[in-house]
């Protein structure tokens, strides 16, 4: 009698079962864990010291500037997710691997790192420091430079989210329409538009989600001004050092929830449409 093959893929009983428990502890140690915790020291001494903490005008203006920040960066990288897409996936052109290298770049560079970079060209002593104290212009230590530090860091989100689509769709469709006398302008909001929007919306949440967290880099260029240009994580950073531990915990808290409910609407666009979804890079 021949003895069946086992596939590939198939492993043991005994082989999947601690695949699963290494993963179960993984995810309940280092995430659930820590995100429980955040919401039991937010309300440790009940709901009212924590909606206070949240309430006070130094956490308001530090969620304004967190929000405002992402309002503009998230349009911003989505367009430029959207052009270099398109240059990337529907066009040959010299330094096209030049690009697709400098749209990973956020990636590998530290955002302590990209913070410095701003300080270094619109600080003070920076490149552009003299003319900018001359006209005065804030930069550094401004909105606008925790702006630039955030774009910065987020750039790539719904860039690499775009590329792999657009790369599988190729320029068929694209070029029938075209070839059927329409502009490249309207070629784009009626055939390429449709069957991105599914993988745009999934990078801007992606993107909006690291915007309204980053810490690194905005922490380099805001100068921790109190209630000018502290965004959420920095204003959790100055009351966990001020042993504010509910305030810390309740604005902690607060972002927290801004990420789930972000993973609620990536889990729902999944749901919706889940064959738009391109691979992960």
């Known amino acids: 009698m021949s003895r069946r093959m086992r596939h590939p893929t ?28 955040v919401f039991f020291e937010a309300l440790r001494k009940g709901l009212g010291p924590a909606l206070e903490a949240i309430a006070q005008e130094d956490a308001q203006a530090s969620i304004r500037l967190t929000l405002i920040t992402a309002a503009i960066t998230v349009p911003f990288n989505a367009a430029f997710g959207i052009c270099a897409a398109w240059a990337i996936a529907k066009h040959q052109f010299p330094g096209k691997a030049f690009l697709i290298t400098l749209i990973d770049l956020p990636f590998s560079v530290s955002p302590v790192v990209a913070g410095l970079i701003y300080v270094l060209v619109f600080g003070a002593q920076g490149w552009f420091g003299p003319w900018l104290i001359e006209h005065d212009i804030k930069v550094i230590f401004a909105i606008p430079g925790i702006v630039l530090a955030t774009i910065f860091v987020t750039f790539p989100f719904i860039a690499r989210e775009l590329i792999p689509l657009m790369q ?114």
């Open 168 to 281: 599988e769709q190729g320029v068929d469709e694209e070029e029938a329409a075209v070839s059927m006398g329409a502009s490249g302008l309207r070629a784009f909001w009626s055939v390429t538009a449709p069957n991105i929007r599914w993988g745009l919306l999934y990078g801007v949440l992606l993107c909006n989600a690291r915007a309204m967290g980053e810490f690194g880099a905005v922490s380099v260029v805001s100068g921790h001004i109190r209630g000018l240009t502290n965004t959420m994580p920095l204003h959790v950073e100055i009351l966990y050092n001020e042993y504010d531990f509910v305030g810390a915990f309740a604005v902690a808290a607060l972002l927290c929830f801004l990420a789930i409910a972000t993973l609620v609407l990536k889990a729902g666009l999944e749901l919706i449409q889940p064959q738009s979804r391109p691979g992960r890079h």
């Open 10 to 37: 198939e492993d043991p009983a005994w082989a999947k079962a601690l695949i699963l428990a290494i993963v179960a502890v993984f995810l309940v140690s280092v995430l659930i864990l820590p995100m429980v915790t």
